[in-house]
């Protein structure tokens, strides 16, 4: 009878370990700077990991996302999440997150503001000086004067 009692607590206790998720334990991906890049990846995305290559490699790319806060979510993940979308604080999982923000291909990159507002979304891979082109595409504000298409093609991406 006290080995059931030790195994019943044991199990409850285990339980408890792997289902709570501490406060502190939450990604929280509400940014600080005026602008933010959600990266939403998948496990067996071979263009996400040649992202994360070149976030790591990439020193030119290292240096135009100063300013821009980065973040990555996991598709397969339930991993808690706080974010600030469509002008309001929210609470959910990773992959609740990715099905709200409609990503569906990976890479999939979600540009946004302080206030939670989606400035861009790119479904997809793209090359560094691409990806250093979109970048300040966002921090001077061009979207707000011109499409990221005329964009790419002006002398400022070549």
């Known amino acids: 009878m006290v ?5 019943l607590l044991l199990g409850v206790l285990l339980v408890n370990l792997s289902f709570s998720s501490p406060e502190g334990k939450k990604k929280v991906i509400i940014p600080k700077q005026k602008y933010a890049l959600l990266i939403v990846e998948s496990k067996s995305c071979i263009y996400c990991k040649q992202l994360d290559k070149d976030l790591r ?6 240096e135009s996302l100063k300013g821009i806060d980065l973040f990555k979510v996991l598709y397969e993940s339930y991993s808690p999440v706080v974010a600030n ?17 409609r ?5 999939n990159l979600i540009f946004y503001d302080r206030e939670g507002n989606i400035i861009l979304q790119i479904p997809g891979y793209l090359e560094p ?3 250093r082109c979109v970048i300040t595409y966002v921090k001077e504000e061009s979207f707000k004067k011109m499409k990221l298409q005329d964009y790419m093609k002006s002398d400022k991406c070549v």
Do not use: C, M, W
């Open 85 to 101: 979308f469509g002008g309001r604080e929210f609470k959910t999982s990773e992959r609740n997150l990715v099905r709200k923000l």
């Open 57 to 62: 490699t990439d020193r030119s790319l290292q």
């Open 3 to 7: 080995g059931f009692i030790y195994a």
């Open 129 to 131: 000086k691409h990806l």
């Open 103 to 107: 990503a569906t291909s990976f890479p």
